[in-house]
């Protein structure tokens, strides 16, 4: 999200160019129409992947499935916790029947999968969706504002296909090397 707004489109053509995937995380929440309209433009710049929030409801789940990305519905952020799930969002549900909730609906959606922590991976991995795990930190890593972390190789024993990690690579001195320290980790 931050590079998109930051460099536009342009850093899409970049890495395609590099004849890489593109993940592009920019949460869409809005309208059905607005975000249907918004991943057929997406699709304009070949990416593979993008998300929408599972909030939004299943009218606008159905109008991202219909977009030829393959589209992830984020189910809770990672830096949400039980208290602000309940006391903030409203919602009753502890975390764990919040995601599995979020994500059956993701599934009858027909998405192609979700973004959840590594901590709910489990529980939705029967689902037979794609899971993607953001909140991934070495046992050294600062959490940040995350609150439900864990290390590469326990998001991959709990069920992740795929893991983001953000400010633990851009913010080392090395971050090629510490990407490889992660996918060596999560393997």
């Known amino acids: 999200m931050e590079q998109t707004y930051a460099n536009g489109f ?15 995380d920019l949460k869409l929440f809005d309208i059905p129409n607005t975000v249907r309209k918004s991943l057929k433009s997406l699709e ?3 990416v593979d992947m993008a998300t929408v929030h ?8 159905e109008a991202a499935s219909e977009s030829n990305i393959n589209v992830l519905g984020v189910t809770i952020l990672t830096s949400t916790n039980q208290n602000t799930l309940t006391k903030e969002m409203m919602i009753e549900k502890d975390m764990k029947n919040a995601v599995i909730h979020l994500a059956s609906i993701a599934k009858e959606s027909n998405l192609f999968g979700i973004v959840c922590s590594p901590h709910e991976a489990n529980l939705v ?28 190789a326990q998001a991959k024993v709990n069920g992740a296909d795929y893991i983001v990690v ?22």
């Open 10 to 24: 342009e850093i899409i053509k970049y890495i395609k160019n590099k004849r890489h995937k593109v993940f592009l």
């Open 44 to 46: 304009l710049h070949n």
């Open 54 to 61: 599972t909030l939004g409801g299943k009218e606008m789940l």
């Open 125 to 152: 991995k029967n689902l037979g969706l794609t899971i993607v795990c953001p909140g991934v930190r070495r046992e050294f890593d600062s959490a940040g504002d995350q609150k439900r972390i864990t290390t590469p």
């Open 166 to 187: 953000g400010r633990p690579i851009i913010q080392s001195t090395n971050p090629v090397g510490t990407y490889n320290k992660f996918v060596e980790e999560f393997k």
